[in-house]
Nanobody, 114 residues
Framework: QVHLVESGGGLVQAGGSLRLSCVVS????????MGWYRQAPGKQRDLVAR???????NYADSVKGRFTISRDNTKNTVYLQMNTLQPEDTAVYYC????????WRQGTQVTVSS
């Protein structure tokens, strides 16, 4: 059974920070590049950031310099540190492999108020 569980979302004011976590099945975590995605209301789901098994990272232009993706190999967990949040960052955030290979879970809601 594939395990992808996102957490850490919430309501924050513009300029604030949140850290998202995603616990991943070990058999997936150790072999796959992982990504954080987001979907705002009425929009498609987009890749926000990704990280290879070796720790190399890549970001969407809209979040460069504000978001940091990381992974803890001892905890099978991928993180997304989000700083200087803006209202346009409001979305449901999901984790999955990159490219996405597994069904989307419920995600975690991030709401940024102005």
């Amino acid at each position: 059974q594939v395990h992808l569980v996102e957490s850490g979302g919430g309501l924050v004011q513009a300029g604030g920070s949140l850290r998202l976590s995603c616990v991943v099945s070990r058999n997936i975590f150790i072999y796959y590049e992982m990504g954080w995605y987001r979907q705002a209301p009425g929009k498609q789901r987009d890749l926000v950031a990704r990280i290879t098994t070796d720790g190399y990272t890549n970001y969407a232009d809209s979040v460069k310099g504000r978001f940091t993706i990381s992974r803890d190999n001892t905890k099978n967990t991928v993180y997304l540190q989000m700083n200087t949040l803006q209202p346009e960052d409001t979305a449901v955030y999901y984790c999955n492999t990159f490219p996405a290979s597994y069904g989307w879970r419920q995600g975690t809601q991030v709401t940024v108020s102005s």
